[in-house]
């Protein structure tokens, strides 16, 4: 019996230290294949990544800062929105959230809240001259965006809103994202999770997110998706996640103190953010807003209908501009 446990105690910490050594070693080839593509500004306690696109002077509503969604960074916006945008003259400053991409995260696990991010995210626009602008946020970013427009009016112009989270919303979280965000559990379990679980289901995450369209050509590697597996990432998105339904409960009755033009756009089959909860619901609570349901389109508008959005952040620039003393 003693020899049976000891061989079994043996294949357990073999196994993870395997898992261990696998995720290092993938962790920092992601990083080498995907170094910082913009540069860095200096926030309270740390500095946030960013690319700063387009023309430097640029007025407030020719001034775009994109936010992006969980599980990605700031090539998940820039890479079907940056070029029509700067060719059309505006100024695109994408921003890695805290913890995300190549930023910092400054407070740790405080740095979850979508509060805290926002009042870093409102640091680096001031810091880089766009403290004021049109937010466009997709996804989990849409509980930073509107908290950025509550908490920081002065920097929020304007807002378009991509499949955006706003609401309190049935059946909870995948359970990687609540164990993830444990302490010590979490920072074990980024440790030993992320690489094998990639190559289960990020090939599938990622068709989810575009189905019914199609996932575009090389969309892993041009968004460097695999920067996500480096665990101080992994675990900084669970706590993200896991934090973000506290914070639209908390949130989600005051989305009427919004006063700037805003625009949401959604798909009607998004399975991962539902349009009926959250982006349906938030256009009725701010005066004013514009939603737009595209039908048989899910959890990516961007990608289904780039030109669209193009053209509503246009009709949100005019509006800004006319609102301008």
Not at 63 to 90: D, K, M, Q, W
Not at 152 to 178: C, D, E, F, M
Request: with cysteine.
């Amino acid at each position: 019996m003693a020899r049976l446990m000891t061989m079994i105690l043996f294949i357990f910490s073999s196994l993870v230290a395997t898992l261990a050594i696998w995720t290092q070693i993938v962790a920092a080839r992601a990083a080498a294949e995907h170094p910082p593509s913009g540069s860095f500004v200096a926030v309270t306690g740390g500095q946030l990544h960013l690319r700063d696109m387009g023309p430097r002077d640029a007025p407030p509503e020719r001034t775009l800062v994109l936010i992006h969604g969980a599980s990605c960074n700031l090539l998940a916006l820039t890479l079907p929105l940056a070029e029509p945008l700067v060719a059309a003259g505006y100024r695109v400053v994408a921003i890695d959230r805290p913890g995300h991409g190549w930023s910092d995260r400054p407070g740790g696990r405080t740095d979850a809240s979508p509060v805290r991010q926002a009042a870093l995210i409102a640091e680096a626009m001031q810091s880089v001259g766009a403290g004021e602008a049109i937010v466009v946020a997709h996804s989990f970013a849409g509980a930073v965006a509107t908290t950025l427009a509550a908490d920081h009016p002065a920097r929020v112009k304007g807002l378009l809103l991509l499949s955006p989270v706003t609401h309190p919303w049935p059946g909870g979280i995948a359970w990687y994202y609540s164990a993830g965000s444990i302490p010590v559990i979490g920072w074990v379990l980024a440790r030993l999770l992320p690489v094998p679980g990639a190559a289960l289901t990020m090939e599938a995450g990622v068709a989810s997110v575009f189905k019914p369209q199609a996932t575009p050509a090389d969309y892993t590697a041009k968004t460097a998706l695999t920067l996500l597996l480096r665990p101080d990432n992994f675990e900084a998105n669970a706590q993200d996640v896991a934090a973000l339904y506290d914070h639209v409960v908390a949130r989600s009755g005051s989305y009427a103190d919004i006063k700037v033009p805003t625009t949401i756009i959604a798909g009607s089959t998004d399975t991962v953010v539902s349009s009926t909860i959250h982006a349906a619901t938030f256009g009725r609570q701010v005066a004013g807003a514009k939603t737009i349901i595209l039908d048989h389109v899910g959890h990516a508008p961007h990608h289904a209908d780039t030109g669209l959005v193009v053209r509503e952040i246009g009709d949100i620039s005019v509006k800004v501009a006319q609102a301008r003393p």
